[in-house]
């Protein structure tokens, strides 16, 4: 969005945006929540096990935390799906 804003004049980019500021759903932040999450707990998996050196320890740390932020994430992007400012109306 913020590309095509930049690139695209004001007026067609705008329509676009309008036409879809309103159409994200709850199960699309579930859908984000979970692809960044797998992205995340890799990390927090592989920086787990260097640190510990074992993968049990490393995949329990991983897992806690995949759910914890999963959960905070869906939280966090619904609010911010009802905060009006940086939209345009």
């Known amino acids: 969005m913020i590309v095509d804003q930049l690139v695209l004049d004001k007026k067609s980019s ?3 945006y309008t036409s879809d500021k309103n159409s994200e ?3 699309r932040s579930v859908a ?3 692809s960044w999450r797998f992205i995340g707990t890799m990390d927090t998996l592989l920086i787990s096990y ?3 050196g074992k993968v049990v320890l490393a995949a329990s ?3 806690i935390d995949f759910i914890t932020k999963m959960v905070l994430y869906f939280f966090h992007e619904r609010i911010w ?3 009006s ?3 345009t109306k």
Do not use: D, Y
């Open 81 to 83: 799906n009802k905060i």
């Open 50 to 52: 260097l640190l510990t």
């Open 61 to 63: 740390i991983a897992s």
């Open 25 to 27: 759903k709850p199960i």
């Open 14 to 16: 705008k329509s676009h």
């Open 32 to 34: 984000k929540a979970v």
């Open 85 to 87: 400012w940086g939209k």
